[in-house]
Every structure is written in C-alpha cells, then in structure tokens.
C-alpha cells in the first residue's frame, strides 16, 4: 500500500524558534498533499492543502506567516512552523492524495508531535 | 456550512456484542472514508466508500453508505479488546478535501 512518512516524529523547541517537518510520499506521486493539526481528544483540523508547484490553499483562520508549506516536488511537502509558541503545541500530520489513483484517498503520515516550552 | 456528526462520541462496549457507530453529514458527496486511531498514533484507513448502498466488511468491523440520507454506518460485531480505539469518520468534500467528524472513541472491556 501507499506509504507516507514524517519526519520528525517528534521535536521538542524552545518558544521563538522555527521548526521544520517533513512529509514523503515513498512509493507514489502526490501533486496534493494535506497538513492537519490535532489537539488531545479532538479530530483533526485541517490547515492547508499543499499542491505541487504552487502556493499552499489555507483554511480560515490558520495563519499563512506563521505556518509556511512548500510543496517543491511530487514527493515531498514541508511545513514550517515559525516562531513557534506553546499554544503551537500539537500533534501534526501530513496525507498525501496519489496522482495516479482513481479516487481521493488520502494517506497519512504517522505524525509529528511538537512541544513548545 | 458543513457538518460532519459522529455518534455516539464515546462508545463502551461489552466484549461479544453488537454495536453501530453512525456518522450524518449535511452536503452531497459520494465518499466516505473510515479511519481508526489508535493513542498516540496516526489514522489507519478502514473503509473506502464511493457509491451509494456500498458496503465493506473486513473481520469484525462493516461499514455501509446510504448517500441519500447522507448517512454512513459502522458496524462491529462481537466486540473485542482490540477494537479499542477512535474511529473517525470522513465526508470526500472536493479534490480529495476532506472534513472529518469529531471521532468516537471506543473501550471494550471484558
């Protein structure tokens, strides 16, 4: 099956800093990928759509400064949370559509739990 | 503005029953997507649903889609331990967007 992997898998930052995570599709082509966010107990809540070669799509009230997504390759999606604070605290997680499928299923990463102190 | 409701949000369940976990959502769409969480841990893909009366079975675990009602059920049989989890539903918006419903989360005790 499709695999998509994140890195890092965990990442513990000092408040101002900026932290970058990775996400790979391994064993397909993905022009669209996903960042979400998820608070302990809660669904996910999705961020912004990353597509290949373009600017990344927001959702409402996420902040494009703050959260910056580069999609430079079919395989590869990083976001970068900059000047990170604890309110930024969250468990992230990346999927990633396939070009070549027939219909929308999303892959998803294993996710990157960042703490903030 | 779109609603994707799970329910029920906890669900305790005796090992050896029957239970369902409905998942209603307010706009057309001809997908659906189950997923289980296990803690800590990222979604694991259950149930791809693309048409209307599909239904799923894999082991315990049956999902339907009714896109007329815009209703989706899953369904487990026999409960187990390790069935405990979260399962989340998720309505196919457009491109592959998808809105999730808030999650249910399980327990099976003995």
């Known amino acids: 099956g499709a695999v998509v992997s994140q890195h890092p898998s965990w990442v513990i930052c000092k408040s101002g800093t900026s932290v970058k995570i990775e996400c790979r599709s391994l064993?397909?082509?993905?022009?669209?990928m996903f960042w979400y966010r998820q608070f302990p107990k809660q669904s996910l809540m999705l961020m912004a759509t990353?597509?290949?070669?373009?600017?990344?799509?927001?959702e409402q009230g996420v902040e494009k400064d703050k959260f910056l997504i580069n999609h430079a390759s079919l395989t590869l999606s990083t976001l970068t949370v900059t000047s990170a604070h604890p309110e930024d605290s969250s468990f992230y997680i990346c999927?990633?559509?396939?070009?070549?499928?027939?219909?929308?299923?999303?892959?998803f990463g294993p996710g990157t739990r960042l703490t903030v102190l | 503005e779109l609603k994707v409701e799970q329910n029920p949000l906890f669900l305790s369940m005796q090992e050896g029953k029957n239970y369902t976990i409905y998942c209603n959502y307010s706009?057309?769409?001809?997908?659906l997507y189950w997923y289980r969480q296990d803690p800590g841990k990222s979604l694991e893909s259950l149930f791809v649903?693309?048409?209307?009366?599909a239904v799923k079975q894999e082991g315990r675990l049956m999902a339907s889609l009714d896109t007329k009602a815009r209703l989706s059920t899953l369904h487990i049989t026999a409960a187990v331990h390790d069935l405990s989890a979260t399962y989340f539903c998720?309505?196919?918006?457009?491109?592959?967007?998808?809105?999730f419903g808030a999650g249910t989360q399980v327990v099976v005790t003995p």
């Open positions: 999927s990633a559509r396939d070009s070549g499928g027939t219909y929308n299923e999303q892959f």
């Open positions: 064993d397909f082509q993905a022009t669209t």
């Open positions: 990353s597509n290949e070669g373009s600017k990344a799509t927001y």
């Open positions: 706009t057309t769409s001809d997908r």
């Open positions: 649903l693309l048409s209307n009366g």
């Open positions: 998720a309505v196919d918006l457009s491109w592959g967007k998808f809105q």
